[in-house]
């Protein structure tokens, strides 16, 4: 009888283990930046700060604020970044700085059963 | 006996895990081009074999955005825009064919795309929510007409017969490289993968699953992260693209002022909110998106009829139009 107590315990922890496992590694991070192509920051996009990130053509204001991120301030002469505005799901770009700054992950298509989302 | 039992739990692990890696043959790397974020899916048998296909469409994106940089004083589009009025410029064979197909919807929309709407877009203040004065942008407005581009096929050159005109290919370029990036997947024995280019998209057979790709399009009045898909269909060897309001804009006075401007008068265009639009050609999706978007919800229904490609425009009020293709393939969200 304990054996098989033993059994169906260990049966349901291994399969809660296994869809616990997955949601976790599922959220992923909520606001990732690479530098140069390596994940430089992990940040919550939940919690409001501002962040200089150092690259080529000085600094970069990263902001985020209520669930969003935008660039603030960069010295690139194009200012592309700076006029993607804010971003509460998606990627913003620097070429000039070598900044990509994710919001949310391509998980979360994932979760909803998209390959991709156009628009 | 407990060893039995644990033997049975042991497999009953094996069997789970096993079952959960269900995406070994599909491989995903993102790359920032184009000044935007390109991620390609691939379906191959390892992962060097789908890595070196994807690094070699990446090369391929790279050098073809470098060609048609609008911010490159080295790309061959600024040579060009340096040179409106003055002289001819020559182009490789692909800068030359997106000119043409640029040509081609715009002739096809009777100006309601067209890639010289430069001078126009230049005068908005998106960051600053600045709005040009009446003035300034009917000064502007005969630097726009894409009948002033000249092309000699022959020699390989393009002209831009007016001094200050300026050609922005932004709104086809990244269809086209969409469509560049698919030939090189298969050129590298790719048969199933889907490209995307921020929102350009173009997918080509199935999912290891033998499912479509199925791609969600964005809600253009997105209210709550729940919102963000609006409605999603499934791709099969074909391209989608994605034309709205809310991408670039500003609100001043009550009034939204957006990027999508009618070449005609310089100034946005009301009658949608956004378009979205499915055919086999990136740069045709990528370029009719704009044209429809100005055309409106009638006009632009008859011109993707026309133009053999299916769309969905979301109106001013909010609502949803369809070609009759897209029925029984696309999915309105619930909350919507």
Known sequence: ?119 | MLKAYLFILLFVCLLLNSCSSDKLSTYQKSKALLDTYVTITVVADSQVAADMAIENAFDVIERFGDMVNFFSDRSELSAINRSAGVREVGVSAETLDIIEKAIYVSDKSGGAFDPTIGPEIRLWDFINKTKPSDLEIRKNLPLVNYKNIIIDKGKSTVFLKKKGMLLDLGGIAKGYAADLAVEALKHKGITSGLVAIAGDIKAFGLKPDRKPWIVGIKNPRQKIVEDEVIARLPLIDKAISTAGDYERYFIAGGQRFHHLLIPRTGYPAYACQSVSLISDEGAMTDGFDTALFVLGPEKGLALAKEMGMDAMIIDDKGAIHTTSGLQGKLTIERNY
């Open chain 1, 1 to 119: 009888m304990a054996d098989r107590l033993l059994f169906f315990l260990l049966i349901s922890l291994a399969i809660a283990g296994i869809f616990v496992s997955r949601d976790a590694l599922s959220k992923g991070s909520d606001v990732i930046i690479e530098v140069d192509g390596k994940p430089t920051y992990t940040l919550p996009l939940y919690t409001d700060r501002l962040l200089s990130v150092v690259g080529p053509h000085g600094d970069t204001l990263v902001e985020i604020q209520g669930g969003k991120v935008r660039v603030k301030e960069a010295h690139c002469r194009n200012q592309i970044c700076v006029r993607e505005g804010w971003v509460s799901r998606g990627v913003i770009v620097c070429l000039p700085n070598k900044l990509v700054i994710i919001v949310g992950g391509s998980n979360k298509y994932k979760k909803q059963g998209l390959d991709a989302i156009t628009g």
